[in-house]
């Protein structure tokens, strides 16, 4: 998979990344220390506030997935048997939420008899978080808005958005880029191809 | 059914054909393009695009999925050369070397010797696939359900045991991936399973919506989260390497390409091990080992051959017995699987024309890309510095139409929202993605497998271990589980994966 920065057992440096600049005030309370105490010189700002150690979220994520393990064979017991198989649907049901309600276990007690080697997990600090936050929700309303606004408008909007949020100078390319691929999503997916995509009232 | 001239001569027809070069040359296009860029891989790139291909014959479509797997791993080297950006693990052996000699001013040979590389260790590896992956699906004919189902498993182990120090992680991924794909209805019996009584639920989770949220939008997440814009270019003037380069570097490519060929064959042998291996051998090796890290040529060969050689080698499994080793051939199967082609051994009987098209198309595929490599690498280099705040969205509007497209429902775009953010925390928590990704696209296969097994022996599970073939592959499953347990009980630190998801 295609990243930037971001995985802690890379050596390499990487001088030539610039970052997004929101014309804000620089990032308060910052660790920019590496994560897992290595050498990076990209200059990420991680949270003090929000970094757990890989200990202590093992511990909790253990937790959970024993949770969800439990759900998932509580809701496996629901399903209906059919007796002319010898392969029962709920089998796989059952052996997944064995799996989970084991292994969250394991992981939970494993993390929690560790002692000494540790490490962190860098987390966003704040302004990362509300620049995922912000994404996230875009996201969601732009799956939101296809079907009631059709593929092109929605399209443009949320690129517009979009681009426009994660560099805010730029608004006059985040609206051209938008209304290019707004278009061109109606002309070869809908048009072209004739692909099933909800046009709009726009365009119908 | 074993390899035969006459196939492979009718397999160059049919990739010859205007249509099969133009979707090869998209695919070759696509893949460099993917390798190329950030936020976005071949196991992206294919998922987005499957659903859209419907639209193509089955020949072309899977020639262009699979031009765009192994041309992303002729671009992968690009950023990792010009500017130190490794954008694949299995790439960090390349910029060791390949961005000490850029800052030596050679960036140009450095970036034409890995297209070089590539282009050595993929045709020779195609050779390799199209010798061995008939022999072994010849070998497979005999397979029954137990067989299969032994394989499945043992690949699933393997691919959990080789994620790192991480086997209770890999098994939760696994185990997530399984149930993912077992919401829905039960294929024998139309029994609801995990629907939790919501009709949406009933038509099940499409493994494409589950692949995508969990690399192209956590991978976005996780650029939008570091606010990184874009990458500097760094001006190359030289682009060809010297001839005493080559040949300095001919012996490290066909080394490269058996290692990286051999271990391939493996699942979960990740280019991102292999590579390292690769690179390791040629330092053992060379005389000057003290030149390695300071920008030796063959430091940036090595890696970048064995990568191509691990790409296409995932081929000989997925041809000759439908076993896909990393995620982008698990993206792959479901492909096949979506034009009603059943990969193993049958493939070769039943479809000889596409599949040996298939395998032609390889050849011309890598000649394609070391042209669109070698003169134009300057472009590629160039297309890094689209700024991320117009690729990211981009990203993600591609991520939505691929999507939306497998059934047309927003439903499935919800999911891939879901798995997006599953995906981000998964990374951040040291959890390895390929067990999920396998296991969400095998699940069905291997639960009607064990049906049938169990059909076949009368409810006994003795059954994989009293047919000898699947008594083997059981055997090294439970091998490489008990290995994974013996790493976990000496571990001393908290389990994280080590992988390439790639």
């Not at chain 1, 007690?109 to 080697?117: C, P, Q």
């Not at chain 2, 072994?136 to 394989?151: D, I, N, Q």
């Not at chain 2, 956590?218 to 760094?234: D, H, L, Y």
């Not at chain 2, 051998?281 to 030149?291: A, G, T, W, Y």
Request: charged share 10%; aromatic share 10%.
């Amino acid at each position: 998979m295609r990243c930037i920065v971001r995985r802690r057992h890379r050596p390499a440096v990487f001088p030539m990344t610039r970052r997004f600049d929101h014309g804000k005030k620089p990032l308060a309370k910052a660790d920019c220390s590496p994560p897992n105490g290595r050498a990076t010189s990209h200059g990420e700002c991680y949270s003090e506030v929000a970094v757990r150690t890989q200990r202590a979220a093992d511990i909790a994520v253990g937790c959970f997935i024993a949770l969800v393990g439990i759900f998932v064979l509580s809701a496996s017991t629901t399903i209906s048997v059919a007796r002319v198989h010898r392969l029962s649907p709920r089998t796989f049901p059952y052996v997944v939420g064995l799996l989970l309600l084991i292994c969250g276990i394991g992981l939970a007690l494993k993390s929690w008899s560790l002692r000494g080697a540790d490490s962190r997990i860098h987390w966003p600090d704040g302004e990362g978080i509300r620049t995922i936050t912000v994404s996230l929700v875009g996201l969601a309303c732009y799956i939101a808005l296809m079907n009631p606004l059709g593929l092109p408008l929605a399209t443009f909007l949320y690129l517009a958005f979009s681009t426009w949020y994660l560099n805010r100078s730029r608004w006059r390319m985040a609206l051209t880029i938008a209304l290019i691929t707004g278009a061109l999503s109606y002309v070869l997916f809908i048009r072209l191809l004739g692909l099933s995509f909800p046009a709009g009232s726009l365009f119908e | 059914m074993g390899f035969s001239f006459e196939y492979l001569l009718q397999g160059f027809a049919t990739a010859l054909t205007l249509q099969n070069l133009f979707w090869a040359l998209v695919g070759c296009f696509i893949g460099t393009l993917v390798g190329v860029l950030p936020g976005i891989g071949p196991v992206s790139g294919i998922a987005i695009l499957l659903p859209l291909t419907t639209v193509l014959p089955p020949t072309s479509a899977i020639i262009m999925m699979a031009a765009i797997y192994y041309g992303a791993m002729y671009g992968g080297s690009t950023t990792a050369i010009v500017v130190n950006i490794p954008g694949e693990a299995s790439s960090v052996p390349t910029a060791m070397d390949g961005y000490e000699m850029a800052k030596q001013g050679k960036a140009g040979p450095a970036l034409a010797i890995s297209a070089i590389s590539s282009f050595v260790a993929g045709t020779l590896s195609v050779i390799a696939l199209t010798l061995f992956a008939p022999m072994l699906a010849e070998f497979a004919v005999v397979f029954g359900p137990p067989e299969y189902f032994a394989l499945m498993f043992m690949g699933l182990s393997l691919v959990i045991s080789l994620s790192g120090h991480a086997l209770l992680k890999g098994l939760i991924s696994m185990a997530l991936g399984l149930g993912a794909a077992l919401v829905g209805q039960d294929p024998l019996t139309g029994a609801a399973r995990l629907t939790f009584g919501t009709v949406t639920l009933n038509a099940g989770v499409d493994f494409i919506s589950v692949i995508v949220g969990l690399f192209a939008i956590s991978e976005v997440m996780i650029n939008v989260e570091q606010r990184i814009t874009a990458i500097s270019e760094m001006k190359i003037t030289n682009w060809m390497p010297a001839w005493a380069d080559i040949k300095q570097c001919l012996g490290t490519m066909i080394r490269s390409t058996g290692v990286g060929f051999f271990l391939g064959l493996l699942p979960g042998c990740a280019p991102s091990v292999t590579t390292f291996v690769a690179y390791d051998l040629e330092k053992r090796m060379s005389k000057h080992p003290e030149r390695f890290g300071k920008g030796a040529i063959e430091g940036v060969a090595a890696p970048e051959g064995a990568n191509n050689a691990t790409s296409t080698a995932g081929f000989v499994p997925l041809f000759s017995f439908g076993l896909p080793t990393a995620p982008s051939m698990a993206v792959l199967l479901g492909g096949l699987m979506m034009y009603g082609l059943q990969p193993g051994p049958m493939l070769f009987a039943q479809n000889p024309q596409f599949v040996w098209a298939v395998i032609a198309s390889m050849y011309i595929g890598n000649v394609m890309l070391l042209i669109l490599n070698l003169p134009l690498v300057g472009m590629w280099a160039k297309i890094v510095n689209i700024p991320f705040y117009i690729l990211g969205p981009m990203i993600v509007f591609c991520a939505v139409v691929g999507t939306y497209s497998i059934r047309f429902q927003a439903f499935d775009v919800w999911v891939m929202l879901i798995f997006g953010v599953i995906g981000y925390f998964m990374r951040k928590l040291g959890f390895p993605v390929a067990p999920m990704v396998l296991a969400s696209v095998l699940a069905q296969m291997l639960e009607t497998a064990l049906g049938q097994s169990l059909l076949i022996s009368q409810g006994s599970p003795f059954i994989f271990f009293t047919r000898p073939i699947s008594a083997v592959f059981m055997a090294l499953a439970f091998l490489s589980i008990g290995r994974g347990i013996w790493v976990l009980m000496r571990a001393q630190a908290p389990e994280v994966a080590v992988e390439d998801p790639d």
